[in-house]
């Protein structure tokens, strides 16, 4: 297992138990949703970062797409391809 997919478990199960995020986890999920990369018009991945760095609770939509599809692609993307 590399250090990303680490990464991913300890936020998922932060998450998960409605843990805020501190220091370089925050930032690593700040880093996977885009945060300050898009332009500020409110889209969802915003919210989400907002609330991430607020220690906010994310409503159900919010928790599936960090879980479900943000922090699969970062595992997704750094992947060797090794079994």
Do not use: W
């Not at 998922?12 to 986890?25: A, D, F, I, S, V």
Request: hydrophobic fraction near 40%; proline fraction near 4%; aromatic fraction near 4%.
């Amino acid at each position: 297992m590399n250090a990303t997919s680490a990464r991913c478990g300890h936020v998922k199960r932060r998450l998960r138990r409605n843990q805020p995020l501190t220091g370089t986890l925050l930032q690593f999920a700040l880093d996977a949703v885009g945060y300050g990369m898009r332009d500020p018009k409110g889209d969802v991945f915003d919210s989400i970062a907002t609330k991430l760095i607020a220690g906010a609770q994310l409503d159900e939509y919010e928790m599936h797409l960090m879980l479900d599809v943000v922090l699969l692609h970062v595992r997704l993307s750094t992947s060797t391809g090794k079994p």
